[in-house]
């Protein structure tokens, strides 16, 4: 079937704009997490959302990050007034439950630069 | 903190060779262990998994085995191609609650030369 699906691929944005990636999930997943990949500080977990349970932002590096989930599929995460260190790869990945044993599927990721 | 520590890379190796990437990993309690490979260009896709202590996990040729009293989870392969060049992450995840995301070790980059 499908896999994670993120949009969109690459995005060039302005320092101080505001930016919006899009994860879907696979079908039946009720789990989803964002990460960040970037070149200095490697893969960073962000943020999870498990069904209609109250996510955990732990992850967030600043107030500046927000995420939701609509319906219990797609997520959107926001970055506002994006700063140049925003620059990186953010990884969308779910899995079926929340188990430890459960995988976690990735998508391909959307490449942010930040001018 | 609870934390993944992969050998450094970059590991050039010819075809044929024997793999072995090294990761070990701090945890309390039960961790499930896994490793991700990135082939260039595309997404990171799981390789292979275990989830309690000696679990051997394999795939594509590759294995890896759940070192508890090590606290382990070194990967190998017995001969290595060209396609194998790609950048592989060792990550584990607790089994604790609210342990949701995996933490993952800074990655290992192999090029295998024919």
């Known amino acids: 079937g499908a896999g994670v699906s993120q949009s969109p691929s690459n995005k060039v944005t302005e320092k101080g704009k505001d930016v919006e990636l899009r994860c879907d999930p696979i079908?039946?997943?009720?789990?989803l997490y964002w990460y960040r990949q970037s070149l200095g500080q490697g893969l960073e977990f962000l943020i999870y959302?498990?069904?209609?349970?109250?996510?955990?932002k732990s992850g967030l590096p600043s107030d500046r990050f927000s995420a939701e989930r609509t319906g219990g599929s797609v997520s959107t995460l926001t970055i506002q007034r994006t700063q140049q260190e925003d620059s990186a790869v953010y990884l969308c990945?779910?899995?079926?439950?929340?188990?430890?044993?459960?995988?976690?599927?990735f998508g391909p990721g959307t490449r942010l630069t930040v001018l | 903190g609870d934390s993944v520590t992969q050998m450094e890379g970059p590991v050039t190796l010819s075809e044929e060779a024997f793999l072995t990437i090294n990761c070990t990993y701090t945890?309390?309690?039960?961790?499930?262990l896994f490793w991700y490979v990135q082939y260039p260009g595309e997404g990171l896709q799981l390789l292979l998994k275990?989830?309690?202590?000696?679990d051997k996990g394999s795939n594509k040729g590759f294995e890896a085995t759940y070192r508890k009293e090590t606290t382990s989870f070194h990967l190998e392969k017995g001969s290595v191609q060209v396609s194998d060049s790609a950048v592989y992450f060792c990550?584990?995840?607790?089994?604790?609650?609210?342990?949701?995301?995996?933490?993952f070790g800074k990655g290992t980059k192999l090029s295998v030369i024919p």
């Open positions: 079908s039946g997943h009720t789990a």
């Open positions: 945890a309390t309690g039960y961790p499930s």
């Open positions: 959302f498990q069904g209609n349970s109250a996510p955990d």
């Open positions: 990550a584990r995840r607790d089994s604790g609650a609210g342990s949701y995301q995996l933490t």
């Open positions: 990945a779910s899995s079926l439950g929340q188990h430890s044993t459960d995988t976690q599927y």
């Open positions: 275990a989830t309690k202590a000696d």
